[in-house]
């Protein structure tokens, strides 16, 4: 009975970890940039686009495919970025706790 309240003890201790972490999450700010600079995308924590930011010499029709390309990789790096933060924080957050906690409950 002693090792499912230790147990039972852990796992609130974790669930708390969580809520502290997923409230962290909501203050982080992450920008990926592409073509130099000249898009940008900024996200938080929880992979939520907050702000997109195109230098306007490349908003031209012909440049349409060119500037759809770049915000992809924008994104695509701002989102790698806040995985790796997320991952940062766990860390931070949850030392002693035995295991690790999914990266998946966070974001």
Known sequence: MEDFTKILGQMREAQKKVQEIQQKLT?????????????????????????????????????KEILQDLIIAAITLATQAVTEKVKEEIERSTPGIEGTIPIDLMI
Not at 43 to 54: A, F, Q, R, T, Y
Request: hydrophobic share 40%.
């Open 27 to 63: 203050q982080i700010r992450v920008t990926g940039e592409a073509g130099a600079g000249a898009v940008k995308v900024t996200l938080d924590g929880h992979k939520s686009v907050l702000e997109l930011d195109i230098d306007k010499e490349f908003i031209r029709p012909e440049e």
